[in-house]
Nanobody, 124 residues
Framework: QVQLVESGGGLVQAGGSLRLSCAASGRTFSNYAMGWFRQAPGKEREFVGSISWNGGITYYADSVKGRFTISRDNAKNMVYLQMNSLKPEDTAVYYC?????????????????WGQGTQVTVSS
């Protein structure tokens, strides 16, 4: 079992930055690939980005590529999502997720554990 807790969300103006954090506890963190997803009101949950167990491979949704960066610190059991040049359309609840695999996935169904989410609101 892995417990995930996101933090760092908030209200920011368009063009601003936020860094989301996800703290993991439970099993050996380095056994898990990690992903970030988001869900806006009235929309389905969508993939934002993911990172392999050692941080060597990352994937991003086209909508955030070049603006968002995922990183992880296995010694601290943490994964981060640095979000720059934020846009109003980035407004959503952001979730981190853990997959029992060393390789990440773009598909939410591939992930076994989820955090409770953190709200990000970008004003225009």
């Amino acid at each position: 079992q892995v417990q995930l807790v996101e933090s760092g969300g908030g209200l920011v103006q368009a063009g601003g930055s936020l860094r989301l954090s996800c703290a993991a506890s439970g099993r050996t963190f380095s056994n898990y690939a990690m992903g970030w997803f988001r869900q806006a009101p009235g929309k389905e949950r969508e993939f934002v980005g993911s990172i392999s167990w050692n941080g060597g491979i990352t994937y991003y949704a086209d909508s955030v590529k070049g603006r968002f960066t995922i990183s992880r610190d296995n010694a601290k059991n943490m994964v981060y999502l640095q979000m720059n040049s934020l846009k109003p359309e980035d407004t959503a609840v952001y979730y981190c997720a853990a997959r029992t695999s060393t390789l990440s996935s773009r598909y939410s169904i591939a992930y076994d554990y989820w955090g409770q989410g953190t709200q990000v609101t970008v004003s225009s």
